[in-house]
């Protein structure tokens, strides 16, 4: 059965540093989501992406966010410089039609210290 | 911004039981998921309903959606410890969809 994948599981950044959070959605899917989840509460909408744009975009995604589609498989997510309260569980979900179910990978745990 | 509360937040039940978690909002949605969620686990997606009144089974679970499309409940007949965990219920964003509402999730915890 095919799954959204994630890289690295668990991501250990100093404060002000850049990082990349990797992700491959499930192969014929052409919609593509970041969520976070800050440890003990909701999930929450990022960004989601579309024919290579972004589609919408929530507060939280700021000018140090931004996201890439940079080959035919991978779907990426920039933090440009690491904030303490960027610590959370980033998750990459794909679906294949807009508004339509989507499907969740495990998820990268970033700590920012 | 769309609302989707959920009720209760937390649950303890034994083993054996039959359980109601619901999910209600003030806004109408095109559909409405339910994942479950394990700690440290992305969720994962359950079912999906699009109709109103729709009523779908996955095994012991029974998912409905309200006639007027603003509320959904989860029925679990018969809990089992296997059924422990997070649940969560969400919804594309009624005016262009590419944004997902995701509640404020039930934690189930079924006793052995």
């Known amino acids: 059965e095919p799954e959204v994948t994630q890289t690295p599981s668990h991501q250990v950044t100093q404060m002000g540093q850049e990082v990349i959070l990797r992700c491959v959605p499930i192969s014929n899917h052409l919609y593509f989501y970041w969520y976070r989840q800050i440890l003990g509460q909701k999930v929450e909408f990022l960004v989601s992406?579309?024919?290579?744009?972004?589609?919408?975009k929530s507060e939280i995604f700021d000018d140090q966010f931004s996201v890439e589609r940079p080959d035919g498989s991978n779907f990426t997510l920039k933090i440009r410089s690491t904030k303490l309260e960027d610590s959370a569980m980033y998750f990459c979900?794909?679906?294949?039609?807009?508004?339509?179910?989507?499907?969740f990978g495990p998820g990268t745990r970033l700590t920012v210290t | 911004t769309q609302l989707l509360e959920q009720s209760p937040q937390f649950l303890s039940i034994q083993e054996g039981e039959n359980l109601t978690v619901y999910c209600n909002s003030s806004s109408v949605f095109s559909s409405l998921q339910w994942y479950r969620q394990e700690p440290g686990e992305g969720p994962v997606l359950l079912v999906t309903?699009?109709?109103?009144?729709e009523v779908k089974k996955l095994k012991r679970l029974t998912f409905q959606f309200g006639d007027a499309r603003k509320d959904s409940s989860l029925h679990i007949t018969a809990a089992q410890p296997g059924d422990t965990g997070l649940y969560l219920c969400a919804g594309p964003s009624s005016n262009t969809g590419n944004q997902f509402y995701f509640g404020t999730g039930t934690s189930l915890t079924v006793i052995p």
């Open positions: 979900a794909s679906s294949r039609d807009r508004g339509y179910e989507q499907y």
């Open positions: 992406f579309y024919n290579n744009e972004i589609s919408e």
């Open positions: 309903v699009v109709t109103g009144g």
